[in-house]
């Protein structure tokens, strides 16, 4: 049957799946049909047991208050009032010779010269007759007679067998459709279940044809189907969101690199025009490596970039003071902060310990520091505040520089990214991108705020995840650092 179904059809997991939901539900159906069928027949032979054993225990006590002659006229007298003969009924005597027997007409011709011949069964066996030419068997249970002599009272399966095979006929007219139910219903089930996958496979053909903003359709049912619809659509935006960033930090590169390359070339023309000389020749060649080095520079930070935000960083955690990591850098900009009048502070615990990769917290503290003092005009103030949450360390760098517009501060994040403001300042626009990628590589986060003109604050929280306890004992009473 199943070899004429196409090979196609049968890799299918809808094939399959309505293969064995239909397997499954016919043979739960003919399972619950054969124990419904056990249990009538096993009912309906107790049945006769009982029934049998009831009339034998009556005619007993009628034997033994009458004998035969009395219990002789009580089965006349039954057999005149009613015309049903339900029972077999035999007396045999000592020798097991026949003395009495009642038989029904309607009953199958049963053997019972085999009943003389064969020896008295113990009181309360089953005996089993079978009829000559039918499957009908005459059960009998005897019972010993205080004269020597042996009652045995018998009933036939043939109402019984009647009963049972117009079961089974019913029981076979209901499967017939029963199994096309379980086809059916097995191909619905089927089909149905694995609608969402079809949905996959389609929108994943879609993207294929260049369908890029093809999505899963969500059925809002919660199920298992439904977060992976939902997980699929989220993977497909924060793909379209890498790739469109790609995108635009390919457009960045290629347009900052060419300031540099320029530079690197028109040094180089310049050279190479101008009169032969060793000095000459060492001052191109020293140009030549600074706008290298800007290059990369450049490179290598978008690299890190790239790493921390795809889970590729590797960080060399251990226990770091934050409060000493921050002085530090502080004191590699003092120059810089006493040139321009800025006063730079530090309001922090003398020790705050944090897990945590020491040259990268650096990195990301010398950026903030390097943003804040060179838009902070002079005369400006640079403040820096180290605290502890209940969910983390927080780092707070605020200045009272030029400040950021809204659009500004939703793109300063942005690799290359750089304001108009900000174009007349050295630099790469990858500070805050590796900032942020950064922080969130250590499973923090970092955010700004800021007023044009007033200034700009950033603040940096990192887990508890990543804290551990100060090898020192801690002191609660903060410090205060001027420059």
Not at 313 to 336: C, R, T
Not at 350 to 359: F, H, K, Y
Not at 446 to 452: P, Y
Request: charged share 25%; proline share 5%.
């Amino acid at each position: 049957m199943f070899s004429r179904v196409p090979d196609s059809l049968r890799k299918t997991i809808s094939f399959r799946l309505a293969l064995w939901y239909s397997a499954f539900f016919i043979l739960s159906t003919v399972s619950l049909f054969a124990l419904a069928y056990f249990l009538l027949a096993s009912t309906l032979r107790q049945h006769d047991r009982d029934s049998v054993e009831q009339r034998l225990q009556q005619l007993a006590a009628q034997y033994q208050a009458t004998d035969l002659a009395g219990l002789k006229k009580e089965l006349t007298r039954e057999t005149r009032l009613r015309k049903a003969k339900p029972f077999f009924i035999r007396i045999a005597g000592p020798r097991n010779t026949t003395v009495f027997i009642e038989i029904p007409d309607q009953w199958a011709q049963f053997d019972l010269s085999r009943l003389e011949h064969a020896p008295l069964a113990d009181p309360g066996a089953l005996i089993r007759l079978p009829a000559k030419d039918d499957e009908a068997v005459l059960e009998i249970v005897g019972t010993p007679l205080p004269d020597g002599g042996m009652l045995q009272i018998g009933k036939s399966t043939e109402e019984r067998d009647s009963v049972l095979e117009s079961f089974g006929w019913i029981m076979a007219g209901v499967m017939l459709p029963m199994v096309v139910v379980g086809v059916l219903g097995g191909a619905f089930l089927a089909r149905r279940s694995l609608r969402p996958i079809r949905q996959l496979i389609q929108t994943v053909h879609a993207i294929e044809s260049g369908a890029m903003a093809a999505r899963v359709p969500i059925r809002q049912t919660g199920d298992e189907l439904d977060e992976l619809g939902t997980l699929f659509n989220g993977m497909l935006d924060k793909i379209a969101t890498l790739v469109e960033g790609m995108r635009n930090a390919l457009d960045n590169v290629a347009h900052d690199l060419r300031t540099p390359v320029a530079r690197i070339r028109g040094i180089a023309e310049v050279a190479l025009c101008s009169e032969p000389g060793p000095d000459m020749y060492r001052e191109a060649l020293a140009d030549c490596v600074e706008e290298s080095d800007q290059l990369l520079q450049m490179l290598n930070t978008l690299m890190d970039i790239s790493e921390a935000e795809t889970g590729a960083l590797k960080l060399h955690l251990e226990p770091v003071n934050i409060s000493e990591l921050l002085a530090d850098a502080i004191n590699l900009y003092q120059h810089v902060a006493e040139d321009k009048a800025i006063i730079v502070s530090i309001t922090a615990p003398q020790q705050i310990w944090l897990t945590a990769d020491r040259n990268r917290l650096r990195q990301v503290m010398l950026n903030l520091l390097d943003n804040a003092v060179k838009y902070t005009p002079e005369g400006g103030r640079i403040e820096v505040q180290v605290c502890s949450r209940k969910n983390g360390v927080e780092i707070r760098v605020a200045d009272t520089g030029i400040g950021m517009t809204t659009d500004e501060l939703l793109k300063i994040w942005d690799r290359l990214y750089r304001g108009d403001r900000s174009r007349s300042q050295r630099g790469l626009g990858l500070g805050l991108s590796l900032v942020k990628a950064v922080v969130e590589a250590h499973k923090g986060h970092v955010n700004a705020t800021s007023k044009l003109g007033a200034g700009s604050v950033f603040t940096l929280t990192l887990p508890v995840a990543f804290t551990s306890e100060s090898p020192f004992p801690p002191s609660d009473k903060p410090t205060l650092t001027k420059m």
